[in-house]
């Protein structure tokens, strides 16, 4: 069954949980200029499939293998490695997965996701070009609705002063996806920044 919105509807015994592994970072120059800059990382756990979207800087694997310790995983327990986009500060550690097939809104043939793809029960794909052009977001039903939205929404500040990201291939469509994106979440992980709840617009530390 769907829910108002067209999303997949679920019991809550069902829903999957998400757990965030690493949150992103940017550092830039006092002209702006981006000096550092890794993603967030999150682990979804959907029955009893393993999803990692976005992988950070290749610099980030410690901490990765760390946070995946404290969930009692490791690395060979990872399925699937989403990407919201190929950038290498999403897709740095991909490498770190050996047994995860790599997806994303901008791979080739079957590993390509799209609107409405399911990943898993309760875990859907929603697409939010303007950053690039296949750029995605990863929805998570859990009790509350989780939004990985990778650069679609970079940073808090993006949708509190609603501007798009700095770099963009088109800047209309960027501020559509934001408003996809805000309409649809209770609590969003952005690229760049701590997650976020849309209601109160403030930063938190969990994603329970």
């Not at 590993?111 to 939010?128: C, F, N, Q, S, Y």
């Not at 009790?143 to 990985?148: G, L, P, Q, S």
């Amino acid at each position: 069954m769907a829910g108002k919105d067209g999303s997949p509807e679920m019991k809550a015994l069902d829903r999957p949980r998400a757990v965030l592994l690493k949150p992103g970072r940017i550092e830039r120059d006092e002209e702006g200029n981006v000096l550092d800059a890794s993603s967030s990382v999150t682990l979804i756990i959907a029955g009893s499939r393993k999803i990692v979207v976005d992988t950070g800087k290749e610099e980030d694997g410690g901490v990765l293998r760390e946070m995946l310790e404290h969930q009692g995983l490791s690395p060979d327990d990872v399925e699937i490695v989403i990407n919201t986009h190929d950038h290498p500060d999403h897709s740095g550690n991909n490498r770190l997965f050996p047994r995860a097939i790599v997806l994303s809104g901008e791979a080739e043939g079957q590993d390509r996701l799209k609107e409405g793809d399911l990943v898993a029960p309760g875990v859907w794909i929603m697409e939010t070009p303007g950053h690039t052009r296949g750029s995605i977001s990863v929805v998570c039903e859990s009790e509350r609705r989780i939004v990985m939205a990778g650069d679609a929404l970079p940073l808090l500040g993006n949708y509190l002063k609603w501007v798009p990201p700095r770099l963009t291939v088109d800047g209309d469509l960027a501020i559509k996806s934001m408003a996809r994106i805000i309409g649809l979440a209770d609590l969003v992980v952005p690229g760049h920044d701590l997650p976020f709840l849309v209601r109160e617009g403030r930063r938190v530390f969990s994603l329970d």
